[in-house]
Structures are given as structure tokens and as C-alpha cells.
């Protein structure tokens, strides 16, 4: 299974941005893939999750709506969807999938993870 990240890029503070998640290998008719992001010297931070069936859709606190996650089975794709983005938004953006839907925002629950693709926000 491997997972492909794109999208990222440089943007200034209140832009909007669009990452995708390609997964290959595998066609998943269950379980979740969340975005994570991480900053150099801090924990991988949970961002939000999708499941492949069903509606549900699962964000972080501290996103406040600027987000949406989205998928589209039949491209085995998932997308965020970044508006309004701050500076504290700035991180490398991770996909990770797994077979299950228990414990979405934790990291170490995925079993498969994509390259990374990097956001910055500058003012």
C-alpha cells in the first residue's frame, strides 16, 4: 500500500489550499485515512479523518471549521480542504491510512503513511 501526499505549498496568511491523498495498492471499502501535521520538535498532530464508508468526517479542535476532509472512492483519493490559513498552520502535512475506524486521531493506530508535502503560511 502506498500513499501519495500533494498539494502543498507556500501561501500567504487568509489563502486557501487543497491537499490530496492518492491511495495505490489497495482499494479500501472500510476504515479511515486522517491528515496529520507535524512541525520540526513537535508530535505529529492529528488534523482530520474521513472513513471510506459512510458519511463521518472527524476534525481536530483546534481547526475551527477552516477545514474540510472529503474522499472520492472511485479515485481512492482524499482531499483537505484548507481555507483562511494562519501561520500556525504552517507544518508538513501527512496522510495515513489504516483498515479500522477506532481511535481516528491517534497517529499510532495507521498502519500505512504517505511522504509528507509541506505547507507554509507566511503573512
Known amino acids: 500500500v502506498q500513499l501519495q501526499a500533494s498539494g502543498g505549498g507556500l501561501v500567504q496568511a487568509g489563502d486557501s489550499l487543497t491537499l490530496s491523498c492518492t491511495v495505490s495498492?489497495?482499494?479500501?471499502?472500510?476504515?479511515?485515512t486522517g491528515w496529520f501535521r507535524q512541525t520540526p520538535g513537535k508530535e505529529r498532530e492529528f488534523v482530520a479523518a474521513?472513513?471510506?464508508?459512510?458519511?463521518?468526517?472527524y476534525y481536530a479542535d483546534s481547526i475551527q471549521e477552516r477545514f474540510r476532509i472529503s474522499r472520492d472512492n472511485t479515485k481512492n483519493t482524499v482531499y483537505l480542504q484548507m481555507r483562511n490559513l494562519e501561520l500556525e498552520d504552517t507544518a508538513m502535512y501527512y496522510c495515513?491510512?489504516?483498515?479500522?475506524?477506532?481511535?481516528?486521531?491517534?497517529?499510532?493506530?495507521?498502519?500505512?503513511w504517505g511522504q509528507g508535502t509541506q505547507v507554509t503560511v507566511s503573512s
Open positions: 495515513a491510512t489504516k483498515s479500522t475506524t477506532y481511535s481516528r486521531s491517534r497517529a499510532d493506530t495507521y498502519d500505512y
Open positions: 474521513v472513513y471510506w464508508s459512510g458519511s463521518g468526517a
Open positions: 495498492g489497495r482499494t479500501f471499502t472500510s476504515g479511515s
